[in-house]
C-alpha cells in the first residue's frame, strides 16, 4: 500500500451492532462527506431491546433485515457474528458457522460481497483470526484495542487495532483529530475511530461528536472511505 486512491491520509469508522441509531449516525455522516463501516449480528436484526449503561437505560433495537440495504446505502457493512458470543470460548466449527453463516446473510441483504468483520465484545486471539482468514470470506477484522496510533499494520488485518475508541476516549479523540489534520507525511497513514451509536445517547453527547465531524472533514489531503476502501482497496 503507498496511498489512499492517491493521497497520503485516510478517515475510516467503524461501528457495532446494527442498532436503530445508525440512522442518525449515518445522516452526519452523510452530512459531511464521511464513510463508516457498520458491524452487523444477522441473527439480532429487527430485535427490540434496552440496554443499561453507566446507569442508562438506552435503546439497543436492531434495524430490520429489510431496512439493512436503504438505511446502509453509501456505506459499508461487515459481520459481527450472527448471534455476538464469545468466539474464543467455541470450537473451530461453530467460530465458522458464526462469521461465515452473517456474512453470506449480510452479502444477501445488501447484495454485494460482504468482506470486513468485527469481533464481538473484542474477543479474539490467534485461532479465531486464523479461522477467518483461512475457512472464510473475510478480509480483515478488527478488534477493540487502542493503538492511539496512524500507523498501518498490512500484516496484522485479521486482528486490526483501531487508533481511538470514540465513547471512552472523546477528548483523546480530538486531541488525536488535531495532530492528524496538521500531520506531514510521505507514508500512508490512517485515523480509525469505532463505538456503537448507541453510546451517544448515554450523555447525549452527538453534538460534541458532530464538532468532531466537522473539524476533520473536508480536507483535500485526506482520503473518507470505508474500512474496505482503506484496508483492502486502496
Request: contains cysteine.
Amino acid at each position: 500500500m503507498t496511498d489512499f486512491n492517491g493521497k497520503k491520509k485516510a478517515i475510516t469508522f467503524s461501528y457495532d451492532d446494527g442498532v436503530t441509531q445508525d440512522i442518525r449516525l449515518i445522516e452526519l455522516f452523510n452530512k459531511y462527506g464521511l464513510k463508516c463501516t457498520f458491524n452487523l449480528n444477522s441473527g439480532a436484526l429487527g430485535q427490540t431491546a434496552e440496554l443499561i449503561r453507566e446507569g442508562v437505560r438506552v435503546n439497543h433495537t436492531k434495524i430490520a433485515p429489510d431496512k439493512v440495504r436503504s438505511v446502509y446505502e453509501g456505506h459499508e457493512v461487515a459481520t459481527h457474528s450472527v448471534t455476538h458470543p464469545y468466539l474464543t470460548r467455541l470450537t473451530d466449527e461453530e467460530i465458522v458457522r458464526e462469521i461465515e453463516e452473517d456474512r453470506i446473510k449480510l452479502s444477501e441483504l445488501v447484495g454485494y460481497d460482504v468482506v470486513g468483520h468485527a469481533y464481538p465484545m473484542g474477543d479474539c486471539d490467534e485461532r479465531v483470526a486464523s479461522l477467518l482468514r483461512d475457512r472464510t470470506g473475510v478480509k480483515y477484522a478488527r478488534t477493540v484495542v487502542s493503538t492511539h496510533s496512524f500507523d498501518l499494520q498490512p500484516d496484522n488485518l485479521f486482528l486490526f487495532d483501531p487508533t481511538v475508541y470514540h465513547h471512552r476516549e472523546m477528548d483523546e479523540m480530538f486531541r488525536l483529530g488535531e495532530e492528524f489534520l496538521a500531520l506531514k507525511t510521505d507514508e500512508p497513514k490512517l485515523f480509525y475511530i469505532w463505538g456503537h451509536a448507541y453510546e451517544f445517547d448515554i450523555h447525549n453527547d452527538w453534538r460534541r461528536f458532530e464538532e468532531f465531524l466537522e473539524m476533520i472533514s473536508g480536507r483535500a489531503d485526506i482520503f473518507y472511505g470505508t474500512n474496505t476502501e482503506c484496508l483492502i482497496c486502496p
